[in-house]
């Protein structure tokens, strides 16, 4: 299985600024996705990040607001902009599934608080 | 639309006893994959276990066993001599040929000493 690392692993922001996800994976992967989950919920998809391509994004989700870049096989990055209170949640970076398996890996998450 | 439904937001077990949690599905496709997840309090998900819907034999990992019940759409993952480390939010999952994984709701899961 892959090994994700994401950083920063927690912040504390004010609203209104930006914060920028980093997401380091140990081997080359095709695909790789950016989850939300808030305080006590299931995961909700952001957008897919394919490398040399446009990220797909999910309902509800906007390019303005969580632009993705996808450099490489091995690296992707998502920023939350113009953050609110509401967008106090965990972020996931994950990978997978590609030909060789069917499941997805998750990095460890990063914990954003905004006040 | 492709859906999960865990029916249990909370479930306790006595350590060392064994403990089943529910999930059901719903999916047009006939080429699909169900997973387990754990996700401990520490956040970091974790895969326990998969089952690929062709396969009538259910999967098991250790301790951890599901019961697949194809045409009922049910996927059941059942721990048995349940640890301290075992408590955590479990997420049933399904993932269809070409598709997004979709998440259940979760069941947070407590081992009682």
């Known amino acids: 299985s892959a090994v994700i690392s994401q950083k920063p692993s927690r912040d504390i922001c004010q609203r209104g600024t930006s914060l920028t996800i980093q997401c380091q994976v140990d081997s080359q992967v095709t695909m790789m996705f950016w989850y939300r989950q808030q305080p006590g919920q299931s995961l909700t998809l952001i957008a897919t990040a394919n490398q040399g391509s446009e990220a797909t994004y999910e309902s509800g989700f906007v390019i303005d607001k969580f632009p993705i870049s996808r450099p490489n096989l091995t690296f992707s990055t998502l920023t939350v902009s113009n953050m609110s209170p509401e967008d106090s949640s965990i972020y996931l970076c994950?990978?997978?599934?590609?030909?060789?398996?069917?499941?997805?890996?998750f990095g460890p998450g990063t914990r954003l608080t905004v006040t | 639309a492709q859906t999960v439904t865990q029916s249990q937001p909370e479930m306790s077990v006595q350590e060392a006893e064994t403990v089943t949690l529910s999930c059901t599905y719903d999916?047009?496709?006939?080429?699909?994959?169900l997973f387990w997840y754990k996700q401990p309090p520490s956040r970091q998900m974790i895969l326990v276990i998969r089952q690929e819907a062709y396969k009538q034999q259910n999967a098991t990992e250790n301790r951890f066993s599901v019961n697949f019940q194809k045409a009922a759409k049910s996927f059941s993952l059942k721990i048995s001599d349940s640890q301290l480390g075992d408590a955590a939010m479990y997420f049933c999952a399904l993932r269809s040929y070409g598709q997004n994984f979709v998440f259940g709701p979760g069941t947070r899961l407590s081992v009682l000493p």
């Open positions: 994950s990978v997978g599934p590609d030909s060789h398996s069917y499941e997805q890996y």
């Open positions: 999916t047009s496709e006939s080429d699909y994959y």
